[in-house]
């Protein structure tokens, strides 16, 4: 497994922007799978992005609901991902998770669910005000 650790949320408004860093350590980073996962009161955690590591390439995967505003990043030399946010939403409001995986799906939808990840880091609360 790998230890992960979020930082970055706060409060901002709408129309705002962050960025959330995900610092990993305890496993090779380079070739692990890092997701943002975010879960809202009253909520179950859902997908938010992915950049996965699978057959020698990379890519990213992002949920409908930000694409465009979202974009998911890694620094290999500084074992961290980012998720820059902009045009923040009140409805973007939730605790941010990073989750960790090492497998390689054909599937990419695979990328997209709780299940395929095996280290999870705190949370980090992001709030978005109207």
């Known amino acids: 497994q790998v230890h992960l650790v979020e930082s970055g949320g706060g409060l901002v408004q709408t129309g705002g922007s962050l960025r959330l860093s995900c610092a990993a350590s305890?496993?090779?980073?380079?070739?692990?799978?890092v997701a943002w996962f975010r879960q809202a009161p009253g909520k179950e955690r859902e997908f938010v992005a992915v950049?996965?590591?699978?057959?020698?390439?990379?890519?990213?995967v992002y949920a409908d609901s930000v694409k465009g505003r979202f974009t998911i990043s890694r620094d290999n030399a500084r074992s961290t991902v980012y998720l820059q946010m902009n045009s923040l939403k009140p409805d973007d409001t939730a605790v941010y998770y990073c989750?960790?995986?090492?497998?390689?799906?054909?599937?990419?939808?695979?990328?997209?669910?709780?299940?395929?990840?095996?280290?999870w880091g705190q949370g980090t609360q992001v709030t978005v005000s109207s």
């Open positions: 305890g496993r090779t980073f380079s070739s692990t799978t």
């Open positions: 989750a960790a995986g090492t497998r390689a799906y054909s599937d990419s939808a695979r990328y997209t669910v709780l299940g395929s990840y095996d280290s």
């Open positions: 950049v996965a590591n699978a057959w020698s390439s990379s890519f990213t």
